[in-house]
Structures are given as C-alpha cells and as structure tokens.
C-alpha cells in the first residue's frame, strides 16, 4: 500500500478563473453569467427640440442574470439555500468575474427557476437573477428647531453668553424708556397750565411753559414707539 506524498487539492486549480458565488453557494458548473446595466435615462419632450432630452435621476441597480448546473453530493443542498435567498429576500454577497470592475456591495435573488431532467438524478439546472441591493444611508435624526438644539442656540460659532449680555442692555434700554414716559407725565402736567392767563409780569414764564409743552409732546410720541419696540 503506497501511502501518498501530498493531499488531494479541494480548491480550484491555480490559475483556474474564480467560480460564481452567491452567499456560501459556489456554482462550480456556471454555463453563463451575463451582467446588465440599464442607463436610467428618461425622455423629456422640449418644446421645438428635435428629439427629446434625457434626464437622469441616479444609477439603477446592477442586474446579473446566471445559467448554472447544480451537481454532485451538494447539489441538493446548494438548490436548497438559493431557494432560501429568493424567499426570503434577503440581501447577499455575490462574487464573480463579471462583476470585478464593480463596487457591488450585495444582491437580492429577484427570480430562481431550477430544472432536474429524468435520467440525470442529483443535476439540477438553475437559472438566477440577481439584482444589485446598495445599503440604505443611515436615517435622517430629528432635532428641534430645524437642528438646532438648545432652544435654536446650538453651535453658531459664537459665545451664546453675549445673548445674555444683549437681553440685560434691552432691559436697562426699556428702563431708561419707562423713566423717560414719567417725565413726559409731568411736563403734560405742567401743560395744563396753559388754560390760565399770564399776563403782565408772567408771561414770559407762560413762553417757557409752552415751550416745554410743545418739546415734551414729540417727546412723547418718541418714547411711545420706542416703548412698543421694547414691550414696555
């Protein structure tokens, strides 16, 4: 009994070209892999433009459509996860020659169809479809206000404290309007004295008197409107 240098090879021969491979199945007898890719365009009629426009919204998937047979102690086996990835959808790697200048991420089998034929038990032909399925991008997050957080005073890129500053000047500015309707009270006040006569000796105190009257009413009407700015 000789007893054998080396162990028998399990893998393809060196320099044999990579065979198909969806998920964990390796269809070692593909007869054709033909790969599809359809532009995406669409017409747009332009009015007065012979022919139309094309317009392109993105990049449909990548489609590969696979003629193989299935044979030997795992064919049985292999049908059977094929026939599980098209039911259920999910999506899978898929390996092939065709598909080397490709950033093909995953795929879904869109359609299956497997044949046997009397008089070659444990041959199953398949034929697979495949379809480019990319990852979807991670979801848009909610925030309040648009994105901006903390009240709408996220990171603008500047110190939010001179808010702060900016809220006491407005504070101090409708103090300082307040004070200044009080006057404008009293110098109304002092204006109803112009009802009383002044002549002889008191009439130039009644020019002063009118005087403070007229600059004390477009004061008035001054801080009035100031004041409605500052909700005073």
Same mark, same amino acid.
């Given at each position: 009994?000789?007893?054998?240098?080396?162990?028998?090879?399990?893998?393809?021969?060196?320099?044999?070209?990579?065979?198909?491979?969806?998920?964990?199945?390796?269809?070692? #007898?593909?007869? @054709? *892999?033909?790969?599809?890719?359809?532009?995406?365009? *669409?017409?747009?009629?332009?009015?007065?433009?012979?022919?139309?426009?094309?317009?392109?919204?993105?990049?449909?998937?990548?489609? *590969?459509?696979?003629?193989? *047979?299935?044979?030997?102690?795992? #064919?049985?086996?292999?049908?059977?996860?094929?026939?599980?990835?098209?039911?259920?959808?999910?999506?899978?790697?898929?390996?092939?020659?065709?598909?080397?200048?490709?950033?093909?991420?995953?795929? !879904?089998?869109? @359609?299956?169809?497997?044949?046997?034929?009397?008089? @070659?038990?444990?041959? !199953?032909?398949?034929? !697979?479809?495949?379809a480019?399925?990319?990852?979807?991008?991670?979801?848009a997050?909610l925030? +309040?206000? +648009?994105?901006?957080?903390? $009240?709408?005073?996220?990171?603008?890129?500047?110190?939010?404290d001179?808010?702060?500053?900016? &809220?006491?000047?407005?504070?101090?500015? &409708? +103090?300082?309007?307040?004070?200044?309707?009080?006057?404008?009270?009293?110098?109304?006040?002092l204006?109803?004295?112009?009802? $009383?006569?002044?002549?002889?000796?008191?009439?130039p105190?009644?020019?002063?008197?009118?005087?403070?009257?007229? &600059?004390? &009413?477009?004061?008035?009407?001054?801080?009035?409107?100031?004041?409605?700015?500052?909700?005073?």
């Amino acid at each position: 009994m000789s007893i054998p240098t080396s162990l028998p090879a399990t893998g393809p021969e060196p320099g044999a070209r990579p065979m198909p491979v969806i998920g964990d199945v390796t269809l070692t #007898a593909a007869q @054709r *892999v033909d790969h599809a890719l359809d532009g995406g365009f *669409v017409d747009v009629p332009v009015l007065g433009l012979p022919g139309h426009a094309q317009q392109r919204s993105g990049r449909p998937s990548h489609r *590969v459509a696979i003629a193989a *047979v299935l044979a030997g102690p795992s #064919a049985l086996d292999d049908l059977g996860k094929l026939q599980a990835l098209a039911a259920s959808g999910e999506p899978t790697t898929f390996s092939a020659d065709i598909v080397t200048a490709l950033e093909l991420q995953q795929v !879904v089998v869109t @359609r299956l169809a497997a044949s046997e034929v009397a008089g @070659r038990p444990g041959v !199953v032909d398949v034929l !697979v479809e495949l379809a480019e399925d990319p990852p979807l991008p991670p979801p848009a997050q909610l925030a +309040g206000f +648009g994105g901006l957080d903390d $009240f709408g005073l996220g990171d603008l890129g500047f110190d939010t404290d001179l808010l702060d500053d900016l &809220a006491g000047l407005a504070d101090d500015v &409708a +103090g300082a309007v307040e004070g200044a309707l009080a006057a404008v009270d009293a110098l109304s006040a002092l204006s109803g004295l112009a009802s $009383f006569d002044f002549d002889g000796v008191l009439a130039p105190v009644q020019d002063v008197q009118r005087s403070i009257e007229d &600059a004390g &009413a477009q004061l008035g009407t001054a801080l009035d409107a100031l004041g409605q700015v500052f909700g005073s």
